[in-house]
T-cell receptor, first 119, second 112 residues
Framework: AQTVTQSQPEMSVQEAETVTLSCTYD???????LFWYKQPPSRQMILVIR??????QNATENRFSVNFQKAAKSFSLKISDSQLGDAAMYFC????????????????FGKGTKLTVNP | EPEVTQTPSHQVTQMGQEVILRCVPI?????FYWYRQILGQKVEFLVS????????KSEIFDDQFSVERPDGSNFTLKIRSTKLEDSAMYFC??????????FGSGTRLTVV
C-alpha cells in the first residue's frame, strides 16, 4: 500500500519570504499523480498543484512550484513571496494512475503541515 | 468556476440517529468520492462511485454507510446509526479524469 509522509507538522515563514514543505511517499508503481492541497481555517480542500510522475518537468502554478525527485520519492512544495493568505494546512497526496490495471483510485494523504505566515 | 456543493455545512445529531449528507458534484464529472477528516487527523478515503455503483471502499466504510446517486445530480452519504466516533468533517469530491479532484467545502458532523 502507498504511504505519504510529511515530516514537518508545523512551519513558519515571514511574509514575502520563501518556504519549502517536504513530502515523501512510498510506492512500487511507476506511474502516478502527486498533489498538494491547501486547507485554510474554513477547512475546504483546495488544489494547489499537481504533478504527473511521467513528466520530468516540475509543475509550477504562479508562486507555487514543486521539486519532484522520482528516484528519491520526494515531492516538496515551494511557496515564493509568501502572503498572509497562504497560512493554512498543506496536505500532500498520492494517487495511482493505473486504475485499469488494478491500482487504487483513492487519494492517499499525508498528515499535513501547518504553515504560519508572520507579518 | 464550477464547484462541488455540500449541504448542510454543519449537522448535529444524536447517537443512533440516521444522517444523510448531500453533495452536488460538478455536472460533467463521472467519478464521485467521500472522504472524512476527524479533527486534527489526516484525510481518509471512504468510498468511490462510478457508473452508478461503488468502485472502491475503505475498511471504514462498513455496513453503517451507504451512498446513492438518486437523480443524476445529487450524491449522498448515509450513516444509518451514528456513533460518537463518526464525528468528523465529511468531504465530497468529484473528477472527470484522474488528474485532479474538486472537493466540496465539507459537512461538519457532530454526534452527541
Amino acid at each position: 500500500a502507498q504511504t505519504v509522509t510529511q515530516s514537518q507538522p508545523e512551519m513558519s515563514v515571514q511574509e514575502a519570504e520563501t518556504v519549502t514543505l517536504s513530502c515523501t511517499y512510498d510506492t512500487s508503481e511507476s506511474d502516478y499523480y502527486l498533489f498538494w492541497y491547501k486547507q485554510p481555517p474554513s477547512r475546504q480542500m483546495i488544489l494547489v498543484i499537481r504533478q504527473e510522475a511521467y513528466k520530468q518537468q516540475n509543475a509550477t502554478e504562479n508562486r507555487f512550484s514543486v521539486n519532484f525527485q522520482k528516484a528519491a520519492k520526494s515531492f516538496s512544495l515551494k511557496i515564493s513571496d509568501s502572503q498572509l493568505g497562504d497560512a493554512a494546512m498543506y496536505f500532500c497526496a498520492y494517487r495511482s494512475s493505473s486504475v485499469t490495471q488494478g491500482g487504487s483510485e483513492k487519494l492517499v494523504f499525508g498528515k499535513g503541515t501547518k504553515l504560519t505566515v508572520n507579518p | 468556476e464550477p464547484e462541488v456543493t455540500q449541504t448542510p455545512s454543519h449537522q448535529v445529531t444524536q447517537m443512533g440517529q440516521e444522517v444523510i449528507l448531500r453533495c452536488v458534484p460538478i455536472s460533467n464529472h463521472l467519478y464521485f468520492y467521500w472522504y472524512r477528516q476527524i479533527l486534527g487527523q489526516k484525510v481518509e478515503f471512504l468510498v468511490s462511485f462510478y457508473n452508478n455503483e461503488i468502485s472502491e471502499k475503505s475498511e471504514i466504510f462498513d455496513d453503517q454507510f451507504s451512498v446513492e446517486r438518486p437523480d443524476g445530480s445529487n450524491f449522498t452519504l448515509k450513516i444509518r446509526s451514528t456513533k460518537l466516533e463518526d464525528s468528523a468533517m465529511y468531504f465530497c469530491a468529484s473528477t472527470l479524469t484522474s488528474s485532479g479532484y474538486t472537493f466540496g467545502s465539507g459537512t461538519r458532523l457532530t454526534v452527541v
